[in-house]
């Protein structure tokens, strides 16, 4: 109630219990769910950059049914977003695996430790490979409408 009488306006949204889930996008393939699972209370600042303060899960540990919905709701908004050569879709998902996007990547971490080479080194793709495919999308993007 504090937020309410310093500032005019505010977005508020109703908190999502669940599990961490991301699904990075290259091109218009959905690579392998990774799970986070956060030492602390949730994923913030400290778990993300702090070693060890997070289990990264590649491939996730899910159900099927699961995976392929959350890689279909990653396709959709890398899609509707107008999204090319690659992404990282962030989702929480409830009990029953209803997955609730959180937010859409445009330039996810890229080094090799980052989520979206760790979800392409799951998928068979090195990071070299990873970087020389990016470079040849952009490429053939650049050769066909003269623009990358």
Known sequence: M???KRYPR???ERQIKGREFTVGMLGERALPVIELRPKGKFYDYHCKYTSGMTEYLVPAPIPEAW???FQAVARKVHRLLGLRDLSRIDLMADEE???FVLEANTI???TELSLLPKAAGEAGISFDRLCSRLVK???RR???NGKA
């Open 67 to 69: 995976r392929r919905r």
């Open 108 to 110: 996810p971490g890229f």
């Open 97 to 99: 695996g209803r997955p």
């Open 10 to 12: 505010l977005l508020a």
């Open 142 to 144: 650049w050769k066909k």
């Open 2 to 4: 504090q937020a309410l």
């Open 137 to 139: 999308m952009a490429w």
